[in-house]
């Protein structure tokens, strides 16, 4: 596997599915999802009446960690720093 790869729109540098580009990062970088399951002002939503089928409206924010700038690397294949 390369360690950059020019269509990854996690690889620095690149364009993600949004209109941004990611940075050319070095270390961790971290992210809004661009495709979250979560909103910061849902829309409001009734709850279901029945108990085994709840909905209902929540917020949040869902993030992306890029722990290393190399495509190539693993969780296990990745240093600890020191």
Not at 33 to 55: K, W
Request: aromatic share 10%.
């Amino acid at each position: 596997m390369p360690t950059y790869d020019q269509e990854c729109y996690l690889c620095p540098g690149n364009k993600r599915a949004t209109v941004e580009s990611n940075p050319h990062y070095q270390r961790t970088f971290v992210f809004d999802n661009d495709f979250s399951a979560l909103d910061r002002a849902p829309a409001a939503c009734a709850r279901a009446g029945d108990p085994l089928c709840r909905y209902e409206s929540v917020k949040g924010t869902c993030r992306v960690i890029c722990y290393s700038p190399r495509h190539d690397l693993t969780m296990p294949e990745m240093e600890e720093p020191t």
